[in-house]
């Protein structure tokens, strides 16, 4: 499952619809701050069920509607859906894209729907529980989130992790159950309560229990008892009762005759009043009716005065009404003349209304004939209008196909070119590219070949790196040696050359002269010093020269005696000097060819010029032999003469034999000096061997950095020529990818030119119809417009003359109006008229009328006179009559008071006996109602306490009825 | 009398009821032990995943160093606090809150991403999280972001343009007319 597209319509800063695809993968969302990034998120959030506002950073849920600008309306609503890509199954649900959507509306509904079927929040909640997604997880990280695992309150840190461990859902499950545990302790305690309290109320009750079972045996035998005394109460109040009764029988019959006498003296007196009032009031009654008289006497004389009066007044009233009416009458006259004029004008004015009226109504017929004639062409126009209009649409409807569709072919056609030249230049570079994919594999044939001559070089090169290195080895070994030799031959000769010039191996006297040789003239020498030898005669000359060897050497004789004298007296030793004139000796002959004979001694020492007569003094007659010659041999064959063998052996002509060698190591004096010599020569020989080596190391060394900066030169080349094939091979890579492209490209492009091709044609074939249908068109358009405004002149020319008619109409409707004007003020004038002439005559009617009234007046009035006159003498008489009458009542009245007297006494009498009765029957009635009283008390109380019904009767000794 | 029997039957009533209630105090009690026991087991099993992930990644993040998820303050793990402590090479471990801020964020990081090791969520949206990481921070950041892209889904908001490399496709959010925001599209790949 994944988020594959998010669709948002008015929330928050989005007001137009906008869909964006997420999918797999990472998708960023960038932009300058306050753009509305993070509403992006808010919406995810909101549409997966978010309904903390705070976390939606609005005030209330409808903010996130979208509110307007100032250039744009707000909304009512907001939407968002989430469209969840479900290939894998992972939502409960059979489809494969599940889209989630939220709507709010500004009324403040809210709706959710799911796959666009109307849901509930919780459906979606339980659509991606278990996915990790949902408004308040931990898929939503922002910094908030990270401030709260840094957050110092430890709580903000669990959630997030008590949220991984869906320990939250245990969590409040526990709190349920803590609630429910709480409340049933709770009721625990309640319940202990009260069943204590039961426990406590059902022991006192059952304490209770007990008594009331004594009690219940108790009043049974009260009961019992209490029944006998009720019946025994009961049967004396009875026998009372009736006792009682008989009493009042006899009372009442008493009192029924004192009534009836009280009655019948009550009827008398009341019969005597009576008679007494009725000639009271008979008195009163004639007394009113004298005074009424005498009242009545006055008020008709009175009257009579009145009307005297009044008839004058009425008479006086009479005479002015009569010069009115005259007036009147002649003001009748005047006005009827005037009424009548204005008839006449009346009548004129409106014949001339009339004639103005029906003028009117023909105009106002022809008007509204040509009102609605216009009405109706302008309709007609508007209707062709709108036709025409219509049509223009379609015609510029026409016209923007068309200059789409020639836009369409123009766009094709620069398509076309555009895609033939592209075409052209792919094939152009084709080409180029063939060639320089042809060049380039020769040049990397070329690299690759130059490349293996340069590994060869290389390899050679290194070669002789190697052998150059080993000369050189061979070479630093070869001068080491060298060197080492040269120090050990210098360290000997030094010795040597220390030995000889410190004159060691010679005898003391030697040492002595040779250490004064400067005070000898002409110096001296030790012949050892003076003397070489050939090579390999050592042995033989310093033996032939024996002792010799230490003899000094001098110029002459001066010198030695001078040598002699340095001696003498010196006790330094013994030394033989001798002068180097003083010995000349013969040459020798030459030596006969013996075997082992080498020659003369003398032949093979080397010495000064100067020097050869004295050696040849000194080897006089010695020869040199083999060694291990026949010495025998030899001195038979040379007799008289000294063999030297070169060995060193002597054999004198005497026949003594010298023989033996010198102790290992210790050298002769001359061979001391020969060997100094070799030991130079060799030391030259080793040096200019040392020089030769260093040279041919310098040499080496050269060649082999030569060598070492040519192989590395030859590796560099070869890296550059590495490189420069390897380049090669990219660029031949390249070449032919770019080759594969262009192909590529080219049966693109030739796909595409032939479908712009085809689209051309097409567009070219809806082309002409098109133009055909909008030529036409707008032609039938040009000729429809000038005829509209041909019908526009006419209908101007209608409405012209329909508002002349108007015009007309309206001057005519205020002539009308002017003369019925003047015809209504002609009649109000004779109405004005009229009035005032009626008024006149109603004025007339009523003072004749007030006549008339005034003559019934005067006519009453002598009647009511002549009838009062006469009454008068009549109430005379009858006062006379009444006064009569009166003082015969008034002694009547004095007769039945006497009677009346008496029989009031009587009457007090009779009502004395009768009040004693009644007070014995009230006592009696009293006791009687006691005793009932006392017996229906008894009877309640026995039928309360035991169900009994007391009337019915039982005696004492009859038991009471059980109670049911 | 008959009040008698009234409250023999009612006093059996309540003696039934406080039985019951009895009973089912104790089926509570052993439910709340039963849930503390599984919570608890989850809950360590949890955070055992989540140390182990943590670790891992922030030795990745900071180049070696350790790190560590300490509870304490209680014995019972559901009652205990959770306290992060984190070394980076070279430095004293101390706890995450004395961390500098670049560190902190990256050290959270790296609890998150342990996080979604024991959890995966299929979806996630970071905003603007690489803000206060440095260049070779980021680009570790990226690279981690690259290896979970496998397996979650990532909405990134960021300014960083590193982290913009790192993204297969990139929107572009602008703001033309005041209040209408404009969404433009960058395709990568």
């Known amino acids: 499952m994944y988020l594959s597209r998010v669709e948002?319509?008015?929330?928050?800063?989005?007001?137009?619809?906008?869909?964006?695809?997420?999918?797999?993968?990472?998708?960023?969302?960038?932009?300058?701050?306050?753009?509305g990034k993070t509403n992006v998120v808010d919406a995810i959030r909101w549409c997966l069920g978010e309904q903390s506002t705070k976390t939606l950073r609005s005030e209330k849920m409808e903010d996130v509607i979208?509110?307007?600008?100032?250039?744009?309306?707000?909304?009512?609503?907001?939407?968002?859906?989430?469209?969840?890509?479900?290939?894998?199954?992972?939502?409960?649900?059979?489809?494969?894209?599940?889209?989630?959507?939220?709507?709010?509306?500004?009324?403040?509904?809210?709706?959710?729907?799911?796959?666009?079927?109307?849901?509930?929040?919780?459906?979606?909640?339980?659509?991606?529980?278990?996915?990790?997604?949902?408004?308040?997880?931990?898929?939503?990280?922002?910094?908030?989130?990270?401030e709260m695992i840094l957050s110092e309150d430890p709580d903000l840190r669990r959630n997030l992790f008590e949220e991984a461990a869906g320990v939250a859902k245990y969590r409040q499950q526990k709190k349920a159950a803590q609630r429910r545990l709480e409340a049933a302790t709770e009721d625990l305690l309640r319940l202990q309560d009260i069943v204590a309290e039961v426990e406590k109320r059902l022991r006192s009750l059952k304490r209770q229990a007990g008594k009331a079972r004594v009690y219940e045996r108790f009043s049974q035998e009260l009961r019992q008892l209490d029944l006998a005394a009720s019946a025994l109460e009961r049967d004396r109040l009875r026998a009372e009762?009736?006792?009682?009764?008989?009493?009042?029988?006899?009372?009442?019959?008493?009192?029924?005759?004192?009534?009836?006498?009280?009655?019948?003296?009550?009827?008398?007196?009341?019969?005597?009043?009576?008679?007494?009032?009725?000639?009271?009031s008979a008195i009163a009654e004639i007394q009113g009716g004298l005074a009424a008289l005498a009242e009545d006497i006055q008020q008709q004389e009175n009257r009579l005065a009145v009307i005297r009066e009044r008839r004058t007044g009425l008479e006086g009233a009479m005479a002015g009404r009569e010069a009115e009416v005259k007036q009147l009458l002649a003001s009748i006259g005047g006005l009827e003349d005037q009424s009548k004029l204005l008839q006449d004008e009346l009548r004129q004015a409106s014949a001339a209304a009339q004639a103005q009226a029906e003028e009117l109504k023909g105009a106002e017929a022809r008007a509204a004939e040509a009102d609605s004639a216009l009405t109706l062409a302008k309709l007609a126009l508007s209707e062709a209008r709108k036709e025409l209009l219509e049509s223009i649409k379609r015609e510029s409807e026409g016209k923007e196909t068309l200059a789409v569709l020639e836009n369409r072919r123009g766009s094709l056609l620069r398509d076309l070119s555009r895609t033939q030249a592209e075409e052209a230049a792919l094939r152009a570079d084709t080409a180029d590219r063939n060639g320089q994919l042809a060049a380039l594999e020769e040049k990397l044939d070329a690299e690759t070949r130059a490349l293996r001559v340069l590994a060869e070089e290389r390899t050679r090169l290194r070669e002789k790196a190697g052998e150059l290195q080993n000369s050189l080895?061979?070479?630093?070994?070869?001068?080491?040696?060298?060197?080492?030799?040269?120090?050990?031959?210098?360290?000997?000769?030094?010795?040597?050359?220390?030995?000889?010039?410190?004159?060691?191996?010679?005898?003391?006297?030697?040492?002595?002269?040779?250490?004064?040789?400067?005070?000898?003239p002409g110096g001296v020498r030790p012949l050892a010093e003076l003397v070489r030898c050939q090579p390999g005669f050592e042995d033989a000359v310093e033996t032939a020269l024996g002792d010799r060897l230490q003899w000094l050497v001098v110029r002459d004789r001066t010198a030695a005696a001078a040598a002699a004298a340095l001696l003498t007296g010196a006790r330094a030793g013994k030394a033989t000097v001798i002068p180097r004139d003083a010995a000349a000796a013969p040459e020798h002959d030459a030596l006969p060819q013996l075997p082992g004979v080498k020659g003369w001694a003398e032949q093979f020492v080397q010495c000064e010029q100067d020097d050869r007569g004295l050696v040849r003094m000194l080897l006089a007659g010695t020869v040199v032999v083999e060694r291990g010659g026949d010495l025998a041999a030899v001195a038979a064959a040379l007799p008289g003469r000294r063999l030297v063998g070169l060995d060193g052996s002597v054999l004198e002509p005497s026949g003594a034999i010298t023989a033996?060698?010198?102790?290992?190591?210790?050298?002769?004096?001359?061979?001391?000096?020969?060997?100094?010599?070799?030991?130079?020569?060799?030391?030259?020989?080793?040096?200019?061997?040392?020089?030769?080596?260093?040279?041919?190391?310098?040499?080496?060394?050269?060649?082999?950095?030569?060598?070492?900066?040519?192989?590395?030169?030859?590796?560099?080349?070869?890296?550059?020529?590495?490189?420069?094939?390897?380049?090669?091979?990219?660029?031949?890579?390249?070449?032919?990818?770019?080759?594969?492209?262009?192909?590529?490209?080219?049966?693109?492009?030739?796909?595409?030119?032939?479908?712009?091709?085809?689209?051309?044609?097409?567009?070219?074939?809806?082309?002409?119809?098109?133009?055909?249908?909008?030529?036409?068109?707008?032609?039938?358009?040009?000729?429809?417009?000038?005829?509209?405004?041909?019908r526009d002149g006419e209908l101007a020319v209608q409405s012209a003359e329909r508002d002349r008619m108007a015009e007309a109409v309206g001057r005519l409707r205020l002539?009308?109006?002017?003369?019925?004007?003047?015809?209504?003020?002609?009649?109000?004038?004779?109405?004005?008229?009229?009035?005032?002439?009626?008024?006149?005559?109603?004025?007339?009617?009523?003072?004749?009328?007030?006549?008339?009234?005034?003559?019934?007046?005067?006519?009453?009035?002598?009647?009511?006179s002549e009838s009062l006159?006469?009454?008068?003498?009549?109430?005379?008489?009858?006062?006379?009559?009444?006064?009569?009458?009166?003082?015969?009542?008034?002694?009547?009245?004095?007769?039945?008071?006497?009677?009346?007297?008496?029989?009031?006494?009587?009457?007090?009498?009779?009502?004395?006996?009768?009040?004693?009765?009644?007070?014995?029957?009230?006592?009696?009635?009293?006791?009687?109602?006691?005793?009932?009283?006392?017996?229906?008390?008894?009877?309640q109380r026995i039928r309360a306490e035991y169900e009994l019904d007391l009337s019915r009767s039982w005696g004492r000794s009859t038991s009471p009825p059980c109670r049911s | 009398m008959q009040e008698l029997t009234q409250e023999e039957e009612r006093f059996g009533f309540m003696t039934k009821q406080r039985d019951d209630l009895l009973s089912a105090r104790q089926d509570l009690e052993l439910t709340i032990k039963k849930i503390d026991e599984t919570a608890r087991a989850m809950f360590l099993e949890t955070l055992d995943g989540i140390k182990r992930g943590f670790v891992q990644?922030?030795?990745?993040?900071?180049?070696?160093?350790?790190?560590?998820?300490?509870?304490?303050?209680?014995?019972?793990?559901?009652?205990?606090?959770?306290?992060?402590?984190?070394?980076?090479?070279?430095?004293?471990?101390?706890?995450?809150?004395?961390?500098?801020?670049?560190?902190?964020?990256?050290?959270?990081?790296?609890?998150?991403?342990?996080?979604?090791?024991?959890?995966?969520?299929?979806?996630?949206?970071?905003?603007e999280i690489d803000a206060p990481l440095d260049d070779a921070n980021v680009q570790r950041f990226c690279a981690m972001l690259r290896d979970f892209s496998s397996g979650t889904q990532f909405l990134v908001i960021t300014h960083n343009k590193r982290t913009m490399e790192v993204a297969d496709r990139l929107y572009g959010v602008t703001m033309e007319r005041a209040g209408v925001s404009k969404v433009v599209s960058v395709k990568f790949s």
Do not use: W
Request: proline content about 2%; overall charge negative; hydrophobic content about 40%.
């Open chain 1, 8 to 35: 948002l319509f008015g929330f928050k800063s989005f007001p137009q619809k906008l869909s964006l695809e997420i999918g797999a993968g990472i998708t960023a969302i960038v932009g300058p701050n306050g753009c």
């Open chain 1, 66 to 146: 979208f509110v307007g600008t100032k250039d744009e309306p707000p909304l009512s609503l907001a939407e968002v859906s989430l469209i969840f890509s479900n290939e894998d199954g992972q939502l409960p649900v059979e489809y494969r894209e599940v889209s989630v959507t939220r709507r709010l509306f500004r009324s403040g509904e809210s709706e959710y729907l799911l796959n666009n079927r109307a849901c509930r929040l919780k459906d979606i909640v339980d659509l991606f529980l278990n996915t990790g997604l949902g408004a308040d997880t931990y898929s939503m990280i922002e910094p908030k989130m990270i």
């Open chain 1, 241 to 280: 009762e009736r006792r009682l009764a008989t009493a009042i029988a006899e009372l009442q019959q008493r009192r029924a005759v004192a009534a009836a006498a009280a009655e019948r003296q009550e009827h008398e007196l009341s019969g005597s009043r009576q008679a007494l009032e009725q000639n009271e």
């Open chain 1, 473 to 520: 080895l061979l070479a630093n070994d070869r001068i080491a040696a060298l060197t080492a030799d040269l120090s050990q031959l210098e360290k000997e000769r030094e010795l040597l050359t220390g030995l000889q010039q410190r004159y060691e191996g010679y005898q003391p006297g030697v040492q002595h002269v040779l250490a004064a040789r400067d005070r000898i």
């Open chain 1, 660 to 790: 033996g060698e010198l102790p290992q190591g210790q050298l002769g004096l001359l061979e001391r000096g020969e060997r100094i010599e070799r030991l130079a020569g060799e030391i030259d020989a080793r040096r200019a061997e040392h020089g030769r080596q260093a040279g041919e190391i310098a040499r080496l060394k050269q060649a082999l950095a030569e060598a070492a900066s040519r192989g590395g030169e030859a590796e560099r080349e070869h890296e550059r020529h590495q490189r420069l094939l390897h380049d090669t091979e990219k660029a031949l890579a390249g070449a032919r990818a770019a080759l594969e492209r262009n192909q590529a490209s080219l049966a693109a492009l030739e796909t595409q030119a032939g479908s712009l091709r085809a689209e051309l044609a097409g567009t070219e074939s809806q082309l002409r119809p098109v133009q055909d249908s909008y030529q036409e068109l707008s032609e039938s358009n040009r000729d429809e417009d000038q005829v509209l405004s041909q």
């Open chain 1, 815 to 864: 002539a009308l109006s002017q003369a019925q004007g003047a015809a209504d003020r002609l009649r109000q004038e004779l109405g004005g008229l009229d009035a005032r002439k009626n008024e006149t005559l109603e004025r007339i009617q009523a003072l004749r009328a007030q006549d008339e009234t005034a003559y019934q007046a005067i006519g009453q009035l002598q009647q009511e």
């Open chain 1, 869 to 939: 006159a006469l009454s008068l003498e009549d109430r005379t008489g009858q006062r006379r009559t009444i006064i009569g009458q009166r003082d015969e009542l008034q002694r009547q009245s004095q007769a039945s008071l006497a009677a009346l007297k008496s029989a009031e006494s009587a009457m007090h009498q009779t009502r004395l006996d009768n009040e004693a009765v009644q007070s014995a029957l009230a006592t009696a009635q009293i006791d009687l109602g006691s005793v009932r009283n006392e017996f229906e008390n008894i009877a």
């Open chain 2, 57 to 127: 990644i922030f030795q990745r993040l900071f180049i070696g160093g350790d790190a560590q998820i300490r509870l304490t303050g209680s014995d019972d793990p559901l009652e205990a606090e959770i306290e992060i402590l984190a070394t980076p090479e070279g430095k004293s471990m101390k706890s995450i809150t004395l961390l500098s801020g670049g560190e902190k964020t990256l050290t959270a990081t790296a609890l998150l991403f342990g996080i979604y090791l024991v959890k995966p969520a299929p979806f996630c949206v970071l905003d």
